[in-house]
């Protein structure tokens, strides 16, 4: 693609962002007095955010592809008339700044300035195991050694980053009003003051609780990791086990020797409690390496060393968080070694070899239970089966061949073993059998839970769904297991760290309570989320929320107002930050981090907890210095704006931030609920309106990572394809929550149309006056067609833009009216010409259509149509009529060229009987037919009859169903082998079309539609003559059965099908024009119409000029001697021509003249006229 093509676009982009900046189009305060009105009223505001990105590098592509979701909505609301309020917010709070300036400084601490790293590990490498330096990020970003170096003190990224997140933002054409901007955290004493406030609220209602509890931890951070605060794992969370404590029985093998006459524990982490009655054995991994640890009550543990640290913060060990290991050890070890196991009916067990255990999960130590267990079954079986196997591993027999699974849990379907009878269903042949294992494992553990009973132990015959908190806690309480917690699966914090769970004091939200989760089902009900799978997202995210921890002893933020030994976390501090929007202009004046008062004057120590009150609550004035009307004003912006109206995110951030957003809405502002109003106020409901979720982006078709280069900046974004053609690219990736993709060559096609379609508006606002300029009282039929498609698109794309589906809304306002344009063109290009009032409506629709998504390109082109006020302050189109039957015949005759199109390649890839291999055709016919066969009504009849509606979809009954049905009309017999493919055809076509798709008859004249734009179709498919006749006048057998209404029949050849015609000279008498004589056929039965589309096509007389026909009356077989005029009279244009087969004569018939056969003679005279 050319550049020129790019840069062109982009020095548009760049002067209309300077005019928008100037003009301040994007930004909107409350009603000042005076300003009255419905644009003014309250229920006409539309208040839009997105949660604010992390300042910890430049706004990416993932960014912009969420973040576009909502700027595309705030575009379509501006253009129906909402008073729109779009501000962003930059988040600086939490860990991950501080970790990055950290590790800033370690390197240049360990490698020196600037740092020189230690070349690659090539095992390392060839495994996957690379090391990636902050330093390096940092020069990924375009930054110099000596900049980078700065970066080391946390509070430079805080200067440095959002502005250029701002500057960003102003590129890509974002409708900001950045006046509203900040960053988080304590430097903004504004913002910080307003935290504070929520916090002391949320615990004065009762929200915020302290005490032990479990959560994900980072130990090199030495504080809570919560989702934002990580590198990888997010919505991870702590997943409880049961630790069975299976006691090792003297006399220990060598290694466990110095532990002789003290309590020896193997610890394993199971999920299934219930199942313990089983246990025939201990698994460990021979060469996995394993310590052994002394816990608090002076007990020895053996498992590895990872799951040992996670105990270590669980207050298993003396010390928190510390490990000091007695001695390492393998799992060869520890083979063979007797076992007591807690609930086993078998009084010892052994410890043998299993080679699939993990060490990235749980404890490396398994317990067995091979009835109910797929992979220990296979396990146990090839370890009884296989000598060698034993032997190789120095198990004696008695320690392996007396074990036999112990029936414990009966399982519908699969007995009383069932880990056996899945295993023999799957053909599990050994415990390598990894993916039938799988299979096997889902089966049992699932059916097991859901349908299973127990057949042993103190709750036999209970459910096991029941039993197992039964059993858990007899554990438990009997000392032979502890609870034990671990992460889901593996977490990386921001600051590199393998974390795990931690049981320690902390700050947390209650958002487990029951009672709130409650209320908040309240703010979900009404909640518009565009999506049932993200209100069941929503749904499932209330049912097993629990406590969050909002506190943090490093990062940056708002300390704890209570306890400032803390600060607030980064997750805590962003739930309902969009209040403040409302009030920061005012507050901060447009300065990020609020050094600088703003218009108001006031400052950040006036900001009391009861002015914040008053700001968000209402009530008596508060004792303060800052003025009554500078008070008013803040409450007068709050209650304008709020609730918000729409917040759009990714749909990652449901789990967590999204569901906290509700969460915090409804404690701050519990009254009134939706539906109701303040009886004091008047103020309607403060909660959410609308939340709408996206899937994460890929880019070009693969995961976007820094790591991989497969990354892109919005910046680079903007550079590369321009604005419109980012943000084109993004409303085409996708709008669901599957991921969307972001494609560079569907970008820069992008780019290349936009551009394209602007060289067409210029040229062809250059060229109006050579148009035609018919109002709509005088609009040609061909005009009324395109009128009509329009204002459909109008329709549509509406409808697509309500429903925030922007590539639908694309497909109809830019494609699909694209070629409804070009349809149009071609056709009047055929007759005569385009109407300039038609297509300066069809360019300004379009633009509008377009504006939402390609705003630049929308205003230069406003522009360029004599708009003097901005296109931001447009409206949305009217919409028109839209006559159905015109829509449909333009859509049968975009169908039926394209079949033309078809068929006629069909025919000269082949020899037939019309055409030779490779010979053009030059003539056609087409045959169409206005019912259908009497068989055929009958099945289109009783089809009707059969028709249903289930939940909005037309369904027939099955094909056996029909079938049946058919073979009971006599009428059908002849028929039955024809029937289905008939009723197959109907159907394919009920799907499109609906009931329609079952008429007897179409709903507009096939034949006339076709007629009407036989100049089209001649020069589209590159013909001499095309001729349109009714099925009934085929001879040949096929053409009568193929050919049914809306299902014309085609056929192409070198000769003409009318073969009666004569040729006649045309003769133009005018001087000093570029037409001449030349000879044409006349073929029986032409009309008028036809003899004027041959002069145009011969002469390629433009669209916009006239041409008549005159014959001559004074002696019409002979050429004239002058070009007198009076010798010549105009043909009507309701006249056809008939020819006398034997003589070749050419006769006229004119409707005015009784019908009368006039003879023509061999010439007739053409005027074109402009």
Same mark, same amino acid.
């Given at each position: ?254 290694? =466990?020797?110095?532990? #002789?006459?003290? *309590? %020896?524990?193997? +610890?394993?982490? /199971? !999920?299934?409690?219930? $199942? ?60 063979? =070694?007797?076992?007591? #196991?807690?609930? *086993? %009916?078998?009084? +010892?067990?052994? /410890? !043998?070899?299993?080679? $699939? ?64 009878? #899945? ?748």
């Amino acid at each position: 693609m050319s550049f020129a093509k790019r840069d062109t676009l982009r020095s548009i982009e760049k002067e209309v962002q300077k005019r928008w900046q100037e003009e301040k189009v994007f930004e909107a305060d409350a009603p000042k007095e005076g300003e009255t009105g419905e644009y003014f009223s309250h229920d006409n505001k539309y208040f839009v955010t997105f949660p604010y990105p992390y300042m910890n590098g430049r706004l990416h592509l993932g960014h912009t592809y969420s973040l576009s979701k909502v700027e595309f909505a705030v575009g379509y609301q501006r253009l129906k008339g909402k008073r729109c309020l779009f501000p962003f917010g930059l988040h600086c709070t939490g860990m991950p700044i501080k970790a990055c300036a950290d590790k800033l400084r370690c390197e240049m601490a360990d490698f020196g300035y600037p740092p020189t790293f230690p070349p690659e590990d090539p095992e390392k490498k060839a495994r996957g195991e690379t090391t990636t330096y902050q330093w390096n990020i940092m020069k990924s970003l375009g930054l110099e050694d000596k900049e980078i170096k700065k970066f080391a003190d946390p509070l430079y990224w805080l200067g440095y980053f959002p502005p250029r997140a701002i500057s960003d933002l102003k590129s890509l054409g974002a409708k900001v009003d950045c006046r509203r901007s900040f960053i988080t955290t304590s430097i903004n004493p504004y913002y910080d003051s307003f935290v504070r406030w929520q916090f002391l609220t949320l615990k004065d209602r009762g929200k915020i609780m302290f005490g032990k509890r479990y959560t994900v931890f980072s130990p090199l951070d030495n504080q809570a990791s919560m989702d934002h605060e990580r590198a990888s794992g997010e919505g991870v969370g702590p997943q409880e086990f049961t630790l069975i404590k299976m006691k090792a029985l003297e006399p220990y093998p060598e290694k =466990l020797k110095s532990l #002789a006459g003290q *309590s %020896v524990f193997l +610890v394993a982490a /199971t !999920l299934r409690p219930e $199942t313990m009655y089983g246990q025939t054995n201990c698994w460990v991994r021979p060469d996995m390496k394993y310590v052994a640890f002394r816990v608090a009550n002076g007990d020895v543990f053996v498992s590895t060393m990872r799951s040992a640290l996670n105990m270590a913060y669980q207050e298993f060990t003396k010390e928190f968080g510390k490990v000091n290991p007695l001695f390492e050890l393998t799992g060869q070890d520890l083979l063979g =070694l007797a076992l007591k #196991a807690p609930l *086993s %009916v078998y009084d +010892v067990i052994y /410890t !043998l070899p299993m080679l $699939t255990i993990k060490d990235d999960k749980c404890t490396g130590v398994v317990t067995s239970v091979p009835s109910d267990s797929p992979d220990d079954y296979a396990a146990l079986r090839d370890l009884q089966n296989k000598a060698p196997l034993r032997q190789k591993y120095g198990i004696k027999d008695e320690m392996v061949m007396p074990f036999k699974p112990i029936p414990i849990i009966e399982i519908p379907e699969l007995g009383n073993l069932s880990a056996i009878a #899945a295993c023999d269903l799957m053909k599990v042949t050994s415990q390598n059998d990894r993916d039938k294992l799988e299979k096997a494992k889902e089966l049992t553990y699932q059916k097991g839970f859901y349908e299973g009973k127990m057949l042993v132990g103190d709750y036999q015959g209970q459910k096991v769904q029941d039993a197992k908190p039964k059993v858990q806690k007899q554990l438990l309480d009997s000392g032979g297991a502890a609870l034990y917690q671990e992460p889901e699966k593996t977490v990386i914090s921001r600051s590199g760290d393998v974390c795990v769970v931690a049981l320690c004091d902390q700050w947390y939200l209650d958002y487990g309570n029951e009672s709130w989760k409650e209320q908040t089902r309240k703010v979900l009900k009404g909640l518009q989320t565009y999506s049932d799978e993200v209100r069941h997202n929503f749904e499932g995210t209330l049912d097993w929320l629990h406590e969050h921890s909002c506190s943090r002893s490093y990062g940056l933020g708002t300390l704890i107002p209570w306890d400032p030994q803390y600060v607030i976390e980064s997750l805590s501090d962003s739930t309902i930050y969009m209040a403040y929007y409302s009030v920061a202009y005012f507050l901060q004046g447009g300065v990020l981090d609020g050094s600088v008062p703003g218009p108001l004057g006031i400052r950040p120590e006036q900001m009391t907890r009861e002015v914040w009150d008053f700001v968000f609550f209402g009530g008596e004035v508060p004792k303060t210095d800052i003025p009554v009307s500078a008070l008013r004003q803040l409450r007068h912006e709050f209650t304008y704006w709020y609730p918000v109206d729409l917040r759009v995110s990714g749909k990652d951030l449901i789990q967590n931030h999204l569901s906290y957003f509700l969460f915090n809405h409804q404690t701050i502002w519990p009254k009134p609920e939706r539906g109701e109003k303040d009886p004091v106020t008047g103020l309607g409901c403060l909660w959410p309106v609308a939340v709408r979720a996206n899937g994460h982006l890929l880019l070009n078709s693969e995961k976007m990572s820094k790591s991989t280069g497969n990354f892109l900046t919005m910046h680079e974004a903007v550079e590369r394809f321009t604005a419109d053609g980012t943000r084109l690219a993004l409303a085409d990736a996708g709008d669901t929550l599957e991921d969307a993709n972001f494609v560079f060559s569907m970008a820069d096609g992008g780019l290349l149309r936009l551009y394209t379609q602007l060289e067409w508006i210029k040229e062809t606002i250059a060229s109006k006056y050579t148009m035609r300029n018919d109002p709509p009282a005088n609009y040609s039929y061909l005009d009324r067609m395109f009128e009509s498609q329009i204002n459909l698109t109008i329709k549509q794309t509406d409808q697509h833009f309500q429903n925030m589906m922007y590539r639908e809304a694309m497909t109809t306002g830019f494609h699909m009216l694209q070629a409804y344009r070009d349809q149009y063109r071609e056709i009047a290009t055929a007759g005569d010409g385009m109407n300039w009032h038609l297509v300066e409506r069809f360019i300004e629709v379009q633009t509008l259509l377009l504006c939402p998504v390609c705003p630049h390109f929308a205003e230069h082109v406003w522009t360029l149509l004599g708009k003097k006020e901005s296109i931001m302050r447009a409206s949305w189109p009217q919409c028109g009529e839209v006559d159905d039957l015109l829509i449909r015949e333009a859509k049968y005759l975009t169908d039926v060229s394209h079949e033309f199109r078809v068929r006629m390649k069909k025919m000269t890839e082949r020899k037939g009987k019309n055409l030779q291999q490779g010979v053009l055709p030059e003539f056609g016919v087409i045959y169409v037919a206005k019912q259908y066969p009497k068989w055929q009504q009958t099945i289109l009849k009783t089809l009707k009859e059969l028709c249903r509606e289930q939940e909005g979809e037309l369904e027939l009954p099955s094909n056996n169903e029909l079938l049946e049905k058919f073979r009971t009309i006599e009428e059908l017999k002849p028929f039955m082998k024809k029937i289905m493919p008939f009723v197959q055809s109907l159907k394919d076509g009920l799907a499109d079309k609906g009931l329609e798709a079952l008429d007897l008859t179409l709903r507009f004249d096939e034949q006339a539609a076709i007629e009407r734009h036989l100049p089209y179709l001649v020069r589209s498919l590159e013909l001499k003559e095309l001729w349109v006749e009714s099925v009934g006048s085929a001879t040949d057998s096929k053409i009568q059965e193929e050919c049914l209404p809306g299902r014309s029949y085609s056929i192409f050849s070198t000769t003409p099908y009318q073969t009666s015609y004569s040729v006649i000279m045309l003769v133009n008498p005018q001087k000093c024009l570029p037409y001449f004589t030349f000879q044409s056929p006349v073929y029986d039965g032409d009309d008028y119409s036809k003899v004027i589309d041959r002069v145009r096509r011969a002469n390629q007389i433009p669209a916009k000029a006239k041409v008549k026909i005159l014959r001559y009356i004074k002696d019409n077989r002979f050429i004239p001697i002058s070009d007198d005029s009076t010798g010549v009279v105009e043909i009507g244009i309701r006249s056809k021509f008939s020819v006398d087969k034997d003589k070749k004569q050419l006769f006229l018939i004119e409707s005015t003249d009784g019908n009368q056969p006039i003879p023509v003679g061999t010439h007739l005279q053409y005027i074109v006229t402009a």
